[in-house]
Each structure stands twice: as structure tokens, then as C-alpha cells.
């Protein structure tokens, strides 16, 4: 919900999910409704849908309070972050995947180390110690692999880069996000590089991570796309 003063902006990108919007997003306006007394916003970050996510959207801003869209042009998972990231009021802006493969329950903690100042950014670790993680073998390997490759190659001490769960305090965002090039799923990896290269406090949250049966995302072109860019 929305007040003179916006404590937290939960950011979910998307792109043609139509079939799991819906649901997602009275899951996670239930959740916040219930865990968070400070004020809050969830806004829908549609970029270039060409199904029904755009009127799917629209519906659900005049169904629950507190829920906004943002309709945007062209496609992009990093460059609709960045666009909202860049506008939004909030002291807290947060970064969920639609999917909600991360356990909600991460979200408490996540904000805690960027409200209370201990930490400039915050990220959810399915690598850290605590963290439960079901998914696939061949997905394991692959994300273990490319993490692993990106602390060696680019000597950085984060320990999961692709995590679809992540916070930022606002007054952060102007100083990282326009250094970020890439527009796609590289974000990820290239903003906390430059954030931990330009001196600010990561901080890593433990979260319960469910594999999405159904995502669309091709792990393996991903993973390489990822590389060749770096």
C-alpha cells in the first residue's frame, strides 16, 4: 500500500506470463499485506508483452491497493529493473521473479540489512550456508559452475549472481545502475560487479529456492550468453 512516504517497492519483471501473473501477484500482495507493517507498493513491470500480461496487469492494479504497472516498450528483464529501479520513490527497491521460486519468507530479512544500514545492496544465496535448494542436477551444475566461474574470472566474493531475488536501497541505485550495459539477464551478474568494485556492502540472505518446472528460460543459453558477455 501505497503512503506520502514509500518504505518498500517490490519489483516484478515480466514478460508473457499470462498463465502465472495472476496468482503470483495476490500471493505475494497476501504475503506483504500480512508481514509488513511499513508502507509498500508492488508494481508490475511489463516489458513488451505481447500476450495478455498487459491488460492481466491492469486488472489486478484495480483489483488490490497498492499494486502499480509499468508498461514498457521494448523487452528486457535488466533494462525494465533498471527504468523502475531508477523512478521508483521507495527507500527499498526489491526484485522478485514472477515464478516465486525464492520462499517469500527470504523478503524480512532481505530488507532488514539494507533498513537497519548494515548493507548497501542485499541479494538472496542459494549457495550460502542454510540455504535449501530443490531443482534439477543438470541446473545445479550449471549455476555452481557459472558462479564459481565468475568469482574466479572476476575476482569477486558474491557468492550467487543470478538470483532472481535482490534489494537495493534507493539512494544506491543512481550510482550503479546506470554503469549496468546489459539489459537482459547479464544484469544480474554485472550490477553486484560493479557494486562490490565501486566499495558497497553486499549482503547475502540464506533462501529457500523451488525449481520452476515450467520456466521458460533456457539455463543453458543463458549461462553462455552470460559468459560471452563478460
Not at 54 to 81: C, F, P, Q, T, Y
Not at 97 to 124: E, N, W
Not at 154 to 174: L, N, W
Not at 197 to 213: F, K, N, S
Amino acid at each position: 500500500m501505497t503512503a506520502s512516504v514509500l518504505a518498500l517497492d517490490v519489483v516484478v519483471p515480466v514478460y508473457n506470463e499470462q498463465q502465472i501473473l495472476a496468482r503470483s501477484i495476490r500471493v505475494l500482495h497476501a504475503y506483504l499485506a500480512a508481514q509488513f507493517s511499513e508502507s509498500w507498493r508492488i508494481t508490475i513491470a511489463n516489458n513488451a508483452s505481447t500476450d495478455q500480461t498487459a491488460s492481466i496487469a491492469d486488472s489486478l492494479v484495480s483489483e488490490l491497493s497498492g499494486v502499480h504497472a509499468v508498461h514498457l516498450v521494448e523487452k528486457g528483464r535488466g533494462r525494465a529493473l533498471k527504468e523502475v529501479w531508477l523512478a521508483s520513490p521507495a527507500a527499498v527497491v526489491v526484485d522478485v521473479d514472477v515464478d516465486l521460486s525464492t520462499d517469500l519468507r527470504g523478503l524480512p530479512p532481505l530488507v532488514a540489512a539494507l533498513r537497519s544500514g548494515h548493507s548497501d545492496i542485499a541479494i538472496g544465496s542459494r549457495l550460502s550456508h542454510g540455504s535449501r535448494v530443490t531443482r534439477g542436477g543438470k541446473r545445479e551444475l550449471i549455476s555452481r559452475s557459472y558462479n564459481a566461474l565468475v568469482r574466479t574470472t572476476m575476482g569477486v566474493e558474491f557468492s550467487d549472481a543470478q538470483c532472481g531475488f535482490k534489494a537495493m536501497r534507493r539512494e544506491v541505485a543512481p550510482r550503479v545502475l546506470p554503469l549496468v550495459e546489459d539489459n537482459g539477464w547479464f544484469f544480474d551478474t554485472e550490477l553486484l560487479i560493479i557494486a562490490e568494485r565501486a566499495g558497497l556492502r553486499i549482503h547475502e540472505v540464506p533462501v529457500d529456492w523451488t525449481d520452476d518446472a515450467d520456466s521458460r528460460v533456457d539455463v543453458v543459453s543463458t549461462a553462455v550468453d552470460d559468459l560471452k558477455v563478460s
